[in-house]
């Protein structure tokens, strides 16, 4: 999304709105503590928040923020949980009040829903369903689900989207980039900490959570990846009759995960339940790069033989091979305690300016991670710690790295399933194991000769373009040349003795 002059003075013409909602909630006064900002928006803030504060505003900042942003509306709802994995801007504390935020709102009529199925099937409602609930059981900002039955006897959740959510989702995200734009503005400190990129994340997520049909490919996808996997299984999606806006997908019968009580009631193994988490959680991250990210507890069923089932896989995560190498190695050294490793691979992954001290950083990463990392392996939150680090951005100038931010929400909110499913958990002992195993195997001369050809194969396929695009580019900057055909010969002759020797060793 390009600067827009037009979208600029609508996000001015709101602010307020804004600012009048944020005042009566008391968040206006928590600004004041944020250092980064400018001293005279800090001032400005505190003039507005004695003005216009609530006496029934809470005293919490995150708390503030979050009654802030229900009042607001469900674009608002949704950005703050976004918002939740930037501990780098707004520290730990607040990151965790913003993850429990509820995305709950009252849900549209029966009748509405009825007419919204009809629309995106072309079929009358009882054609499609021989049972359909007009009671949603869940109702969300962006969509609400109804149980209902399909022609054929299974039982299915259908997931439809709210009426002109398109509309105000669109609006919103297009004043969030506006504000986050003004925001690099009036503090070019802020520019760093790659606002408006992590705004233009936020819409690509939000386009889809507002397109039904890529949810049921991300479900199917991680089916693919889990088909193999013991303890956890992926509800399957009907393609035939799920649409943009409608989603229908299997019904699951299970006790919602952090239900205890219920659980040991119906006889479950505790510490199986949570070794299955821990290995799910490792081999959706390492093994496959691919993670679902809305892990809270109600997005988590255990069935009545004891499998794992998430459900609601509108937003997932994605981390490359390099990324995943980098988590692996850095949680390794977090767990040993290693912080002059920490500061080397960020220093190695190209975070740190060439300005920076590693031991500085060191010394700062074991002051604010010490005081976890010395408790019981099983109380450490290895997710916050993360947070922690991230927000030491600002002191030392790390380019924040937007892919993680997704996951280290995603690793609080593991943690947090973990402890209150099993208090005495050891998720992180759980998976270390598993870490080790995967980060052997992809160092191996084997797997590096594999990777290696791989890369010489999609060079070689890419040569004949660049070759062409080279050889373009000389004609339009230099006099004729003699023929560079003894050059491009050896230059083919070298890739492919390259590749006979790593199809050797492969």
């Known amino acids: 999304m390009a600067f827009d002059g037009l979208s600029m003075m609508r996000a001015l013409a709101r602010l307020p709105h804004i600012a009048w909602h944020l005042g009566r909630a008391g968040v206006l006064g928590h600004m004041t503590n944020i250092t980064i900002l400018p001293s005279w928006l800090r001032q400005t803030c505190r003039i507005l928040d004695k003005a216009v504060r609530s006496r029934r505003a809470v005293k919490d900042a995150g708390g503030a923020l979050c009654q802030a942003l229900v009042r607001l509306g469900p674009g608002f709802v949704k950005f703050g949980q976004a918002l939740s994995t930037r501990s780098d801007l707004i520290g730990p504390k607040l990151g965790r009040s913003l993850a429990m935020l509820q995305d709950r709102l009252p849900p549209f009529a029966a009748l509405r829903a009825r007419q919204i199925v009809t629309s995106q099937t072309g079929l009358p409602i009882e054609t499609v369903f021989s049972q359909f609930d007009d009671e949603a059981v869940a109702a969300a900002s962006i969509a609400q689900v109804h149980r209902a039955i399909l022609a054929d006897g299974r039982a ?20 969030f980039y506006s504000l986050a734009q003004i925001l690099e503005w009036l503090a070019p400190g802020l520019r760093r900490l790659h606002l408006v990129t992590a705004v233009a994340q936020f819409r690509q997520l939000s386009k889809i959570e507002l397109d039904l049909r890529l949810e049921a490919a991300a479900a199917g996808r991680l089916a693919d990846n889990m088909r193999d996997d013991k303890g956890i299984y992926i509800p399957w999606v009907d393609l035939e009759n799920s649409t943009r806006q409608m989603l229908i997908i299997e019904w699951i019968d299970g006790i919602r995960i952090d239900d205890v009580a219920n659980l040991t ?78 500061a080397t691979l960020h220093k190695e992954a190209g975070m740190l300016n060439e300005n920076v001290s590693v031991h500085q950083f060191s010394q700062s990463v074991r002051a604010v991670a010490d005081p976890v990392m010395g408790k019981a392996l099983g109380d450490v939150s290895l997710g916050l710690v993360l947070g922690q680090i991230f927000q030491l951005a600002t002191r030392f100038e790390i380019e924040v790295q937007p892919q993680f931010n997704l996951l280290q929400k995603t690793m609080m909110m593991a943690e947090g399933v973990a402890r209150q499913l099993n208090p005495s958990a050891n998720m992180w002992q759980l998976s270390r194991p598993l870490t080790n195993d995967w980060m052997e195997s992809q160092a191996n001369v084997k797997t590096q000769a594999r990777r290696i050809f791989d890369e010489a194969t999609q060079i070689l396929a890419r040569l004949p373009t660049l070759i062409n695009n080279f050889e373009k580019a000389q004609e339009r900057q230099a006099p004729p040349q003699p023929s560079v055909w003894p050059g491009r010969i050896a230059l083919l002759a070298l890739l492919l003795a390259v590749i006979s020797l790593f199809t050797k060793l492969n």
Request: zero cysteines.
């Open 156 to 175: 299915v959740a259908v997931k439809l989207l709210r009426p002109d959510i398109e509309k105000r989702m669109q609006a919103d995200t297009a004043l």
């Open 265 to 342: 009631k119906a006889g479950h193994d505790i510490g199986k339940i949570t070794e299955y988490a821990a290995r799910s959680f490792f081999n959706q991250v390492f093994r496959d790069g691919y993670f679902h990210a809305d892990m809270h507890p109600g997005n988590i069923f255990v069935r009545p033989d004891g499998t794992l089932v998430p459900i609601d896989f509108g937003i997932m995560g994605y981390l490359d091979f390099r990324d995943r190498l980098f988590l692996a190695r850095l949680l390794s050294a977090m767990l040993d305690r290693d912080y002059d490793m920490v």
